[in-house]
């Protein structure tokens, strides 16, 4: 297996580990950055007073969007000639991350699917990944993600194994020890009412810098960075990039949010690009008390508006906030 050009398809089996990626440490300069580009407005993440009120440890806790997005771009070791992925499902968040702590993620292939593109009869493979990320050697983050991945030759291998389905939501799934004596209270003087029904956050965003979030978080997939290796006449962008905002979206909607335990899955329902403008809508599909807050779960749908097009739905994502 070549890992400069590759890995392609065929040079994938079931129990892969990949090398992994450099080790990354969580300082307040990649926070900074990561703030710059994306905006969010998670108040633990923005206020180390705050943060040490509510959690009792002194350093701010690092955004679960950073998080995940240094995970994800670790991961790409395996994803180098990704045409897109199609899936992220059973994000756990295990324990709430510090600045000063430092990551690092390996990668495994847990199941392999010959696919055909329906228009062109274009040949690839998708690919079950299991990825583990860890802080400080303690294991914190474990999710499954599905890239489609480009073929060397022109014969497919026969895989044709099981990726899985969506998991029923269940948000006990979702507690964690490590957030039971957070004093989440202290977020009230945010917003006390938890919005219900379906809210249009009225901004509006424009995705920019996307090479600079995939260069922050070392993601090599060559679709992201080189237009030549894009399925479309521009770059495809990052599809975490869109997460990044509408999690930025969301923390300006349910203001009092402590932090995400985890996704319970997130679809990319369409491509987006550099400009593109996005707006997003969130409303609370389930909700229980933990604690002294809530675990409340979102379905957070992202939109784009493109000159003389309708709005096209580019994201479903259902995470899973604390709050107070």
Not at 103 to 128: C, F, I, M, P, Y
């Amino acid at each position: 297996m070549s890992t400069s050009d590759g890995p392609y398809y065929e040079d994938m089996e079931r129990g892969l580990i990949f090398p992994a990626a450099p080790a990354v440490v969580l300082d307040s300069g990649l926070a900074s950055v990561y703030q710059s580009i994306v905006g969010e407005a998670l108040p633990l993440v923005l206020d180390p007073k705050l943060c040490g009120e509510i959690t009792g440890i002194e350093q701010r806790i690092v955004s679960p969007g950073l998080l995940l997005h240094l995970s994800i771009g670790a991961s790409t070791v395996a994803t180098k000639k990704v045409i897109a992925n199609l899936f992220y499902r059973n994000v756990r968040i295990l324990r709430p991350v510090f600045l000063g702590e430092v990551l690092h993620t390996t990668t495994e292939v847990v199941a392999l699917q010959d696919s055909r593109s329906k228009n062109k009869g274009t040949l690839r493979g998708k690919v079950l990944l299991k990825i583990t990320t860890f802080a400080n050697d303690e294991k914190v983050l474990e999710y499954y993600r599905a890239p489609l991945i480009r073929l060397k030759g022109k014969e497919l291998p026969g895989h044709n194994d099981d990726l899985g389905s969506d998991s029923k939501l269940n948000l006990n799934d979702y507690q964690r020890s490590s957030y039971k004596d957070w004093k989440l209270s202290l977020l009230q003087r945010y917003e006390q009412d938890i919005p219900s029904g379906v809210i249009n956050d009225p901004l509006k965003d424009v995705l920019d810098q996307a090479l600079a979030l995939v260069r922050l978080t070392q993601n090599v997939a060559s679709v992201h960075r080189d237009v030549n290796a894009s399925p479309y006449p521009n770059r495809l962008v990052y599809g975490g990039h869109t997460v990044a905002l509408a999690q930025a979206s969301l923390s300006r909607i349910f203001k009092n949010t402590a932090t995400i335990l985890g996704w319970h899955l997130c679809n990319h329902t369409g491509p987006v690009f550099e400009e593109d403008l996005l707006s997003f809508q969130h409303e609370v599909i389930d909700k229980q008390e933990y604690a002294s807050g809530n675990i409340i779960a979102v379905r957070s749908r992202v939109f784009v508006h493109r000159d003389n097009e309708e709005p096209q739905e580019v994201l479903e994502w259902i995470p899973i906030i604390l709050t107070s």
